[in-house]
């Protein structure tokens, strides 16, 4: 799984640092194996979009990598460290430095945008009442969220809202990788280029790595550094876009060249700038 | 950065009169050092006139420690102290920019008195009471439009959705009821035998028995189980069918919610709550002239001769007669607490709490009023 290191990582080098390993997955369920030796490297200060057909198990993987699903076998590492291995007070730590942004947002329903932002400070950290404050409200207007928006029930938003205040929970204790589940799926176009932005703004000035999972094809073309794709239980290619554009894997192929897949490619071709 | 776990404290020295450096990590992860750390700018400062804040000492940076610097040259600013970075690293420079500090619109909700509170509460609860009882009516009425189109459209009527219901209400609710209503008969049939002994009356116990099981406990010991075990799960569905707009998805359909799910469900609880009811009488009996046989030394035999001359037809019909108009005030207020789920998990809770514990009161005032019907009929 050769790439070259990403363009626009602050820390970019000639050996990038390995900040998620994945070794030889297997993930099943009953009979089915889902994850079958599955490989990937996440390097830090990338953003990494995985794609992979609708039931491939690309959200397995995902939960796979935080720990909610059980593996068979194989190892994951994350910042360098054995997950598996760690003692629960270290893997706490671990997770402290990660975070994930849910599909439907995964936000509290009884607490407001703002505590929802606060929970993870509140529970981790001892800070003054102020700080957690504007802390908050920072993260809000990060997200491009309007400040009124801060004493909003989940149940109050709108979708967009809803992944924004999200995103704003995943970023507050200013994680080194966070984990985004298809932010833009259910977005408008506008929005969803909104959301874009607003990931590469944040992943350069936070230099955040950036795992995402999705089925937008714009998000690919736009913020990723390089495209991991799932099939059959395996990561079948990894690389820049281009070298997956050029890949004669048939799955690939049809994901890229395909009708709606082509027109952005031949567009973007046009464009020439991947 | 060798261990990325390793973490230096953030910390600050004064190399000259006007430069203070920075070092360490400026992040959260220091807490309320972080905080003391970011006010010692503003102290140290506050005694110069030209600050230089000398960054090239710090090996990390997050939001809040770049907040706080923020914060810090913001208050230094007021009190006529200029302030400037050096040796600040670029994607340093980047985040300082992004976290300009600024004040917050405050919140806009108001927050009036506690006495006012509660004051506003009580009022709301009250005229909550008066449109909860307006909208029960209303959705009775809604009910038997609804009885009255399926009864001539016969069609339309959801018989397969009836008979499910009537096995998950009635069918597997009889276990826990035979059991409940049992272990309540002989309590009741041991505390008679105990209390008339005295008198030398215990025979009398199996009246008692007879005439309290069949008139009042059977049913409203049945109504409360299935207040508590059916009404809740008829709001928890119809409530999270709400959330997910499923019911909204029938209703763009051209189906009626009424049709399709409430009725079938307080059809059942109409046709299961006597049968229930019955059996729940039944095993009232059979458990007080067990304990009769036990405490009382009264045969069987005898408990039943017994009782036959205690009880009449009448005195079973006034409990039975009652089942189906509590389960039709259960199923009315089960469903349309369900209907007024609102989008959260939490209002779910709410409405399935209050739809069991006014299901609950209900049926005990009903009861009420059917006592006082009975004695003023006679019956």
Sequence with gaps: MSSSPPSNSANAGDNPEVIISVRDLVVGFGDKLVMNGLNLDVYRGEVLGFVGGSGQGKSVLTRAILGLVPTRSGHISIFGKDRDALPADQRKLLEQRWGVLFQNGALFSGLTVKQNIQMPMRETRDLSPRLMDELAMLKIELVGLKPDAADKFPSELSGGMVKRAALARALALDPELVFLDEPTSGLDPIGAADFDDLIGTLQQTLGLTVFMVTHDLDSLFSICDRVAALADGKVIAAGPLQELLDSPHPWLRSYFHGVRGGRLTAGVAARGDV | MADPNAHQPPDLTRSNDQRLALVGDWTLIAQRLLESKGQQIVELGAQMHALKLDLSGVTRLDTAGAWLINRA???LGEADVSVELIQVRPEYLKLLGETDYHEFAKSSRPRPSLMFDL???LGESAVNGVKEFYR???FLGEFVWTIKR???????FRFTSLVYHMESIGLRGAPIIILINFLVGGIVAQQGIFQLQRFGASSYAVDLIGILVLRELGVLLTAIMIAGRSGSAITAEIGSMKMREEIDALTVMGLSAGEVLIV???????????I????ADMSALAGGMLTSWTYGGISPTAFLSLLKEAIALHTFMVGIIKAPFMALVIGLIASMDGLATQGSAESLGRQVTASVVKS????IVLDGFFAIFFAAIDY
């Design chain 2, 150 to 156: 399926i009864a001539l459209t016969p069609a339309h």
């Design chain 2, 73 to 75: 040259r913001r208050q």
């Design chain 2, 119 to 121: 004051l506003a509460d």
């Design chain 2, 360 to 363: 609950i009161f209900m049926v």
């Design chain 2, 276 to 279: 229930l009811t019955y059996i």
């Design chain 2, 136 to 138: 029960g009516s209303a």
């Design chain 2, 264 to 274: 079938p469900r307080i059809l059942a609880l109409v046709l299961s709550l006597p």
